[in-house]
């Protein structure tokens, strides 16, 4: 049931754009994504719910597509902070935890 | 708001030593989230509370492993007769309301080693 992202890494420079995309087997109630840099705990960035609302971080834009199971997080104008690994966590009707999955180790060089 | 803590930060033991991990969780959160972590991996779901009930445990979790939030305030995590395969980040998590619709905010983590 654990999510798959890709990519596994990605580099960028400063300005440059990325997407992070999250993918399940199985029919979604929402998309968590959190971004941990090296040493320290993960960080809220958003979440998405089925029917389309989204909660989150204003600077980060992201999509759910329910009938893809999938999710994609939009890195634009990336900035040295961006850099980290990001983590999409899913959750499934009626069970009530976050499955993670491996995630995206994104670095912004200058 | 003081965040999510925890304690320790680190922890080394030897196998077969029993090991407490605490968290502390931000006061008004009544949802609290165990997790392990392993190096390039993302977290792992261990076991939460609502309040003081223990609601799910993982099927991967073995019988060393038990957690307690007495009155629904701070948790335990307690592993017992620790293997080297024990060894990684735990994390804990709290949230406010009843599902996971809610933001998690994730505390620094302890780090076990068991040698």
């Known amino acids: 049931q654990q999510p798959v992202q890709s990519p596994q890494a990605v580099i960028l420079r400063e300005g440059e754009d990325a997407v992070i995309n999250c993918s399940s087997s199985?029919?979604?109630?929402?998309v968590h994504w959190y971004r941990q840099k090296h040493g320290e705990a993960p960080v809220f960035l958003m979440i998405?719910?089925?029917?389309?609302e989204q909660k989150g971080h204003e600077k980060i834009s992201a999509s759910f597509n329910e009938k893809k199971q999938q999710s994609s997080l939009y890195l634009t104008a990336s900035q040295l902070s961006y850099s980290g690994t990001y983590f999409c966590?899913?959750?499934?009707?009626?069970?009530?935890?976050?499955?993670f999955g491996a995630g995206t180790t994104v670095t912004v060089r200058a | 708001d003081t965040g999510v803590s925890q304690d320790p930060r680190h922890k080394i033991t030897k196998r077969g030593q029993n090991v407490t991990f605490r968290c502390d969780p931000i006061?008004?959160?009544?949802?609290l989230y165990w997790y392990r972590q392993t190096l390039g991996q993302g977290p792992e779901f261990l076991t939460y509370?609502?309040?003081?009930?223990?609601?799910?445990k993982s099927r991967l979790l073995s019988d060393r492993f038990s957690a307690e939030r007495p009155k629904g305030s701070f948790s335990t995590l307690e592993i017992q007769r620790t293997e080297q395969g024990d060894s990684a980040m735990y994390l804990c998590?709290?949230?406010?309301?009843?599902?996971?619709?809610?933001?998690?905010?994730f505390g620094p983590g302890t780090r076990l080693t068991v040698t």
């Open positions: 998590a709290s949230s406010r309301g009843q599902g996971v619709t809610y933001e998690q905010y």
């Open positions: 199985k029919a979604l109630y929402s």
């Open positions: 998405l719910l089925k029917g389309g």
């Open positions: 966590g899913t959750d499934f009707p009626n069970d009530y935890k976050l499955s």
């Open positions: 006061s008004e959160h009544n949802r």
């Open positions: 509370f609502q309040n003081e009930a223990q609601l799910e």
